[in-house]
């Protein structure tokens, strides 16, 4: 019992000591939360190809899209070449937006289009009634509004835990800063602003997963060497 206790502390010790600090805040800035746990996706709503569409455990790039979706394509086409080409390889990324019931074959033209750019596998419609979009949009507690046609020309980075992200204090030159929400008709604002919020959103679970990584493989070494101390102190 005495060589057993000899063990613990030699190798559970430092494993311990390990996993807290490996609990510690992360050294990069993060991005605040502005509202947390946003609802999902309505199951009854349609999606354009009866696929199930949900936020839960994906990064989310969110919009509205509104009754006049064929007036504002010009968005998309930004939208896909500033932020969805450069992201779509990270598997748990998409962009979803919410439209007004009675625009899927307005929805099937635009993903024509962009289907002759790129690989839409990452873009997902899912349409409702007015009243319940309108509904939805509230959850969010967003200081915008929705426009005349239910639609909007922001969109909104959702985290796996379905938080709203965005910026909200002081920017690095000491000013108030407020950001819920990234304007898809500014080439500007999504090539800087947005983009640079993103990357922090996937450092966070890149790091997160890492850290995990770290953490099954130094346990696994650990228990090992302690199985194998045990067994040999034994014979």
Same mark, same amino acid.
């Given at each position: 019992?005495?060589?057993?206790?000899?063990?613990?502390?030699?190798?559970?010790?430092?494993? =311990? =000591? *390990?996993?807290?600090?490996? %609990?510690?805040?992360? $050294? /990069?800035? @993060?991005?605040?939360?502005?509202?947390?746990?946003?609802?999902?996706?309505?199951? +009854?709503?349609k999606s354009l190809n009866g696929e199930k569409v %949900?936020?839960?455990?994906?990064?989310?790039i969110l919009g509205f899209s509104g009754e006049n979706?064929?007036?504002?394509?010009?968005?998309?086409?930004?939208?896909?070449?500033?932020? *969805? +080409?450069?992201?779509?390889? /990270?598997?748990?990324?998409?962009?979803? /937006?919410? $439209?007004?019931?009675?625009?899927?074959? @307005?929805?099937? $033209?635009?993903?024509?289009?962009?289907?002759?750019? %790129?690989?839409?596998?990452? *873009?997902? /419609?899912?349409?409702?009634?007015?009243e319940e979009i309108k509904e939805f949009?509230? %959850?969010?507690?967003?200081?915008?509004?929705l426009n005349d046609n239910f639609g909007s020309p922001n969109v909104y980075i959702i985290d796996?835990?379905?938080?709203?992200?965005g910026r909200k204090g002081k920017s690095v030159q000491g000013k108030p800063e407020y950001r819920e929400g990234y304007n898809v008709q500014s080439s500007a604002e999504l090539h800087n602003e947005m983009t640079d919020d993103l990357k922090i959103i996937l450092a966070e679970y890149r790091l997160a997963l890492k850290k995990n990584n770290r953490k099954d493989a130094f346990r696994d070494k650990i228990t090992k060497e302690v199985e194998t101390k045990i067994q040999q102190n034994e014979k």
């Open positions: 019992m005495k060589k057993k206790a000899v063990l613990i502390i030699l190798f559970i010790l430092p494993l =311990v =000591v *390990y996993l807290f600090f490996a %609990t510690g805040v992360n $050294s /990069f800035i @993060k991005l605040p939360t502005l509202t947390q746990k946003i609802a999902d996706v309505n199951p +009854n709503w %949900t936020l839960n455990d994906k990064i989310t979706i064929m007036e504002n394509r010009g968005n998309f086409f930004l939208l896909n070449q500033k932020i *969805y +080409n450069r992201n779509k390889e /990270f598997k748990d990324f998409q962009i979803v /937006f919410i $439209s007004p019931d009675g625009t899927q074959d @307005k929805v099937k $033209s635009i993903l024509e289009r962009l289907d002759k750019l %790129t690989d839409t596998k990452g *873009y997902h /419609f899912v349409f409702a009634k007015p949009f509230k %959850t969010m507690k967003l200081v915008g509004q796996k835990q379905r938080n709203l992200r």
